[in-house]
């Protein structure tokens, strides 16, 4: 069972219709795996999973569009958050504007153990806190130009299971943390189109640790960690189409990003006979070199204003992750040798509707719903270290407006399923 809750402030400067909000977001996930057999030390010793306990890529920004359940998010295009989702709606903003995000989000994840061959437990809960935050920040050169910026992290996550779970030879503890910065420019090309482009520039910093079956010896398990971080460059388009006033639809392209961890991987509580073995076969001492790319992904939203009261949305989106899923890992020692681990994933389609309901002036109710397919091909391709699926967001929000100047202040529940 995983369980995710968000505390966001999010804030923005005056805007004629304002969407900023603060909210809390709740969602559960199950997750069953079963390990059977015996775990071969030293292949596996030297082929790390990459974890994300709630799924890699996140939705939740703190941005306005959460509780749509990001329905309509290339698309809606009215406050500063645009600039990281759709940098051509930029140039709807009538002056310069800027919306912050904290979260804190705590990620309640537990490891249903059907049996081990090597004893210990399920690993009780291996989420935890983790405080996240974004920034959007949109300047008004002209009414035609605007340049943007965004700050924060939409992919990552981590577990950590403890030393005495049952899949400690597997991997106990793993962190996939990401800091992306986004700096955009926004055209208005004519009445009914405006064109944005804009360039990733992503850190992103990996650590594993997992245990080590002493051979023969009585000295409990040793340790293997690995820990090295990489900056990798991208890019994103998008395009926003006004056929009509109330109606408008966004297109938006992010470029995969291609990182490379190496280190030299260090090893803790090494009985004799495993570091004579290790030795004797030149992987002590070695250097680890594992690529991975964070997949490109394509989205269309559309919004619709029904009347003074009344907007709908939608979205569909295409992410690939069967690049994802091919990681190169090479082992830099007197053998050298180069491995692909190929989880064999499936790219995932991604579908999302929503609604808005202003009651009063001040006052805006949103609702949404959104589906993501799994990566994961049938379930003897899911790993702890990578309990992904389907992904259902079921969210809503209130939101209320202080004034013409400052923040707004809402609640948003959220539930996820994966």
């Keep these: 069972m995983l369980s995710v809750e968000d505390f966001i402030f999010s804030g923005r400067s005056c805007q004629d219709r304002p969407d900023a909000y603060t909210r809390n977001a709740r969602g559960d996930y199950k997750v069953g795996c079963r390990i059977n057999g015996s775990l071969l030390v030293l292949p596996c010793l030297f082929i790390p999973g990459i974890s994300m306990s709630a799924g890699l890529w996140l939705y939740e920004l703190g941005t306005p569009d959460l509780g749509t359940a990001g329905a309509g998010r290339a698309a809606i ?3 500063a958050s645009t600039a990281g989702s759709n940098p051509a709606g930029m140039t709807r903003l009538d002056r310069s504007q800027m919306l912050v995000a904290i979260e804190g989000i705590y990620v309640n994840s537990r490891f249903d153990l059907d049996s081990s061959s090597y004893g210990g437990g399920d690993g009780g809960n291996a989420g935890g806190f983790v405080p996240a935050g974004s920034m959007y920040y949109v300047h008004s050169l002209s009414e035609d130009l605007k340049l943007g910026v965004s700050f924060g992290s939409n992919f990552g996550l981590g577990v950590d299971y403890g030393d005495s779970w049952a899949g ?4 106990t503890e793993a962190e996939f943390v990401t800091v992306g910065l986004n700096p955009s420019v926004g055209y208005k090309v004519n009445n009914w189109m405006s064109v944005g482009a804009g360039v990733d520039i992503l850190y992103a910093q990996l650590t594993q640790k997992v245990a080590i079956q002493n051979a023969f010896d009585p000295d409990g398990d040793g340790q293997l960690k690995l820990e090295d971080d990489d900056v990798a460059y991208g890019y994103n388009l998008g395009i926003l189409f006004e056929p009509r006033t109330d109606t408008r639809f966004g297109i938006t392209y992010r470029s995969k990003l291609d990182v490379e961890f190496k280190d030299v991987a260090s090893l803790s509580n090494i009985g004799p006979v495993l ?6 076969t030149g992987l002590s001492g070695s250097t680890v070199d594992l690529k991975m790319t964070v997949p490109q992904a394509v989205m269309l939203s559309g919004y619709h204003q ?9 979205n569909i989106g295409w992410q690939d992750w069967s690049a994802f899923g091919k990681q190169d890992l090479t082992l830099a020692s007197a053998d050298s040798q180069t491995f692909t681990k190929n989880l064999d994933y499936d790219d995932t389609w991604h579908a999302a509707l929503g609604a808005q309901y202003r009651f009063a002036q001040q006052w805006l109710w949103s609702v949404g719903v959104a589906y993501d397919t799994s990566p994961v091909k049938d379930d003897d391709n899911r790993t702890p270290d990578l309990p992904l699926d389907r992904q259902i967001r079921v969210g809503t929000g209130i939101q209320y407006d202080w004034n013409e100047e400052i923040t707004s202040y809402a609640q948003k529940w959220c539930l996820r399923e994966n």
């Design 77 to 79: 295009a009215t406050d």
């Design 168 to 171: 400690r030879y597997f991997t």
């Design 275 to 280: 570091r004579a073995l290790l030795n004797g």
């Design 306 to 314: 029904l009347n003074r009261q009344w907007a709908i949305m939608g």
